[in-house]
């Protein structure tokens, strides 16, 4: 059984990192599979993306990645699959994905689309968050693999802030007096 787990993955969080193991134990192969929105400005272009999910699901042997563009259930018959796997955070979600799910069913009525809760841990977590969090200089350290971490300070030209100087290091230049003696 082939369940192919479609997304942005801008950038991917552990919580689809949770679903995406989670999954693999359920299915014979899970396919993550990055959608190219051509609505969307991604933080990574898609190759970085898929660089960066092989790397964090490298030890997952039933776990493929790729990309597509166009409708997912195209995809997903394209590469024989019989499963849509779907992460669920909250309500709201849920009415969403259902939505989609029925969408989804009108289109191939051999597609099923499969929900697993998110772990509690992760019930919070979206890679808007994350990018939210980071773009005001906070530290995504808990919430993405740190090779990604590291990438997403990259692009906001930061350091991760667990690595910055305290702020009153930074501003300590400032409280100089006449007196005071550059070195």
Known sequence: MIAIYPGSFDPITLGHLDIIQRGSRLFDEVIVAVLRNPNKIPLFPVQQRLEQIRLATKHLPNVEIDSFDGLTVNY????????LLRGLRAVSDFEIELQMAHTNKTLST?????????????????????????????SVDHLVPPHIALDIYQCYNQNSPNLNPTTTEKMSHLKKTPLDKEV
């Not at 997903?76 to 499963?83: C, G, K, T």
């Not at 099923?112 to 019930?123: G, M, Q």
Request: no cysteine; glycine share 6%; hydrophobic share 45%.
């Open 110 to 138: 051999q597609m099923e689309t499969v929900f697993l809760a998110t772990s509690n841990e992760y019930s919070f977590l979206s890679s808007s968050v994350v990018k939210e969090i980071a773009k005001f200089g906070g």
């Open 76 to 83: 997903a018959q394209m590469r024989q699959a019989q499963v």
